[in-house]
Structures are given as C-alpha cells and as structure tokens.
C-alpha cells in the first residue's frame, strides 16, 4: 500500500482554515473588487480618487514615482488610505508630507510596490515571493478582531479592499502605512522585552555586535543577511533559566563565551542560519547550516507546523521543536527574527538524503507569476542566477510544462538548451546542505532527442564513475529492484516512461555544507536538456523509496 504525503506551500498550511475560511467564505468587511469603471493607470486612478488617496498620490508626486506609476507594467500597490498616511505623518510627528526627508518618503513609495501582479488569491505562504522594489519582502498573514477576518500585510496593516484591477496592475488598498524595517537583527531583538535574556546571550558571546551591522555584499554579489531562532525569557525559564548566569552555568563550559569554541557561543552561533530565510523559505529547506561550524539543523513541516531537529534514530521518534509562525517573519534591516517553542542545543546529525530540484532556484521562486505555474516558463543568464555558474552566454530556463511533459516532481523543469561547447557547458549548481557521509548520486532528467549521450558529472571537481547520456529512455517494465542493480530507477509515480533516473557513483562528503556539482558534456548535443531532480542517499538508505509525486510536491512511501 503507498501512501502519499504532499508537501503545499506554507501558508497554505498555516492559514488554510482561518483564511480561507473566515476571510473569503464568512461575511468579513474586506471587499472584493473585481474591477474599476474604466482602465485608469495606478497615477490616474489615485488621481480620480483622490478624496481617498490623495495623500499617497502627493508621495508618488514628491519622489517623483508618479509617472512611473502611471506607465506600462504588472505593478501591485499596497495603497494606503488618506487617514492611513495621516496617522503615519502623527506617529512620525510631520505635519505634512513636506516635513519628511525625500529619502524617507522614496523607501516608503518602494515598500508598497511590487514589480509583478500579485492577487490575494495566490497569498500562498507567508512572505510574498515577489520583493518589494525598495528590496524588502512583505509577509501576510490573518487576523481576527471586533471587525471581523482580514488579511495583514507585515502584521500590523489590514487588507480592507483587495484585487483592485487597473490598467498596469492590481492594487490592495491597506488601512496602515507599510514602515521599512530599518533596525538591525541585535536592535530588534533588543526592543522586545520578552527576548531579555536572549539579547544579554548575544552580548556575551559577541555575536550581538555581529548581528548589529548593514548589510555588505562578498565579491559574487551575495548579501549577509542572517536569519535568527530567538526563544523567549518564558521559553527559557521552563527550562530553568531564569538569568544571563543560569545559561552561563549550564553551558559555558569554558567559562569564556565569547570564545567560539565554548558552548555558550555555540548554543547562540547554533541559532543563527546564513541568508534571509523566512518561514516560507525555511519550509522547503530541509537542512540548513548554522554559525555554529559545520553545524545543521534540520527543519520539517508537519501538517501546519514547521520543526526544528525532528527525526526518527533506529525506529524512535525523537520529536523536533516547534517555531512559532504567528510571531516569526520580523523583518530586520539585515535579516530576518524567528520564535521557536522550546529551548533546544546542538544535536549531531548522521547522514540524511537531499532531493535537490535544480529549477528550484532562489531567482525562479521570486517569479510569483511563473514558478510551477503549468504552461509557463522563464529564461536567465548567469550573471542573473547566483547558485548556478556555465561557460557560455546563452540562458537558462525555467519551464513548468502542461500535458505529459509535466509529470516531473513538483511539475517543473530546469533546461539547457544546447548543452555542449561554444553554448553552454560546464554547467555547476550549488547544492543544499548535505551533511558528512556516504552517498549514491541520481540524476533523473526527461528524455528529449538530440540531447547529450555522455555527460561527466563532478562532486567537488572529483569525477563521478558514470557518464550520463540523456537520449535513454525510462524502463518501465524490468522489475524495480532488478532495474536498480543495473543502476536505473523509476524515480516518479505515477511513472511516464519518458523519465529517466541514472546512478552516476558513490561520492564521499568529507565535511558538512554546501558542495558544487558540475556536469560536462562531451558531445554535440542539438537539443534541450530538461533536468527534473538530483538525489544525494546515504549508501545504506533504500534507494527507490520514497519516490516523487510526478506533478506535485509528495513524496510516495513504499
């Protein structure tokens, strides 16, 4: 008997009732608006409204936005009333709009623009996957008050109209005006009272000082943002610490916490992940580094909760502890601050499988209006892809096909076109997080002609035993076990013989990180190579289960 356990997005998960539901089916005071009377432009419509909107208007006018808006585009605008504006001139102590830095007034106009058209209707998980142009994602949510069910934008501002259609876009109209984070992580942490002892352990180990600096950028063009796992005074006294000194006792071994070797310094270092990870991120980031070196945890959404370091160790359920969703996704100027339930420390990690989807890029999910949207596609070049490296200056594409092209996992593609010298080749992705260990690699593509015959395939510049030749077609009636000591598989359910999955060799990950996989092809390929999922499984794992749901996003277990 299989059974098939699906993996949606997170705020699906997370809101999936209580938006839904109350929101769009209950009598909520949000309104729906299908459409204006006529096909005004964002500028022109503010204009013809402007008993309403007239002060946003006079922001766009001041930054000089207006005409910008006022172009061709697929804008979305979260667009403040005129008492929202009004109470944020009160809060910031202006009069008038006249009375705010230029500066202020543009960061604010970029936050409440997006540069695709996002409806309520796709709000699939919490951050929004498109950014903002002044560079911050927003985050919805839903909330429940004396008003009744509505959508929030950032936690604090409400949807009261939604899916305004205008000529270039859509516009949300919000009864807040959207602030730009511009604390860092440490103030962040620092001005929230319940986070007391949590902010005394940053200072004592240093790591508050780290946590307290601008964003910079390294020589690849990659930001420093971080991502931290924060735990309330509350969370920290149902463990028995009820001070800064309790916490030193148990694990500052050293008696040294800034040191980065005492455990002090690795109990905070554990909590602080690379990059900007928001839950939606962190839901489809099985494993995930940490500051404390050569350090993961592990990270598992089950049903409408996301996990930290929950798994079963010879047949016992070691049980994970749980983020907080409702209070997570504080955007900090540089990052981004988590709740978690429970106190937790480091926790050693054996070998676990990393089922790596190359079309799943960074750069692909923020394209909200294409990323595993059947009948959709889009192409970008190196420089535009920062985990994906080629010789050759053609592009990449993003493809989630309809039909029966489409039945590979999570229903989407990653191609190269021409796959050979003098147009693309030497291609090498940035793997997720594999943790120290032995593991069999599997590539599994779709069979198209013209294609490579023989790829040799790289795990950190060290050649994999087997090339690849991408023309061969799936099996699909040798019995499955018999098909694997001949070093293919059937990697998707239902099966499309049109897909192909080969053993290309045993690698050994000597530390545990991000690695580099690089294919090479060495023939004169005239076709579009189409790349559906890399497996990375311990040696001593089964190798065909789970399989991947062929056109969505589960796992099929035997």
Known sequence: MKNLFKLPGLLRLMFLTLLLVTVFVNCAPEKYRESTDETLNITEYLRANASEYSLFLEILDITDYASFMNTYGTYTLFLPTNNAVETYLTDIGATSLVDVPIEDLKEIAKLHIL?????????????????????????????????????????????????????????????????????????????????SIFTEALKATGWYDKLDQPITFNQDGIASYLSVLTQTDAVFQDSGFNTIDDLKVKYSHLNDPMNPEDSLNLFVAYRILPGLNYLAD??????SLTKAPLEVISLKLAADTLL??????NGVLEKGVEINRESSDITASNGVVHFVKKNFFIKKRLPAPVYFDPA????????????????NWASLSDAELADVTWEGSQNVTYTAPTGTSGMGWHGDLFEIYRFRDSYINNIEFTTPVIIKGQY?????????????????????????????????????????????????KRHIEPYNGAYNSRLLGVITVETTGRHKLRMESSTN???TSMIDVIEFRPVDMDQLYPKFESGGDGLIYQ
Do not use: C
């Open 115 to 195: 540069d695709q058209k996002v409806e309520t209707t796709i709000f699939t998980d919490g951050k929004i996957a498109t950014p903002s142009l002044q560079g911050q994602f927003l985050v919805t949510g839903a909330t429940n008050d004396a008003d009744g069910s509505s959508i929030t934008i950032n936690k604090d501002s409400k949807i009261i109209v939604s899916n305004v259609q205008v000529g270039n876009g859509i516009m949300h109209i919000i009864d807040k005006v959207l602030r730009v984070a511009n604390k860092t992580i440490a103030k962040t942490i620092e001005s929230d009272p319940s986070l």
């Open 282 to 287: 962190l839901a489809v980031t099985p494993t």
């Open 308 to 313: 930290i370091n929950e798994e079963t160790f």
């Open 360 to 375: 799943d890029q960074p750069e692909f999910r923020q394209l909200s209006s294409v990323f595993r949207k059947p009948g």
């Open 440 to 488: 069999k690699v599997w590539v599994s593509y779709r069979r198209i002609a013209r294609t490579p015959t023989s790829i040799r395939t790289y795990f950190n510049d060290v050649q994999l035993s087997r090339l690849l030749n991408m023309t061969e077609w799936g099996d699909s009636g040798t019995p499955e076990r018999v098909l694997e000591s001949q070093g293919y």
């Open 525 to 527: 390929a005239g076709g």
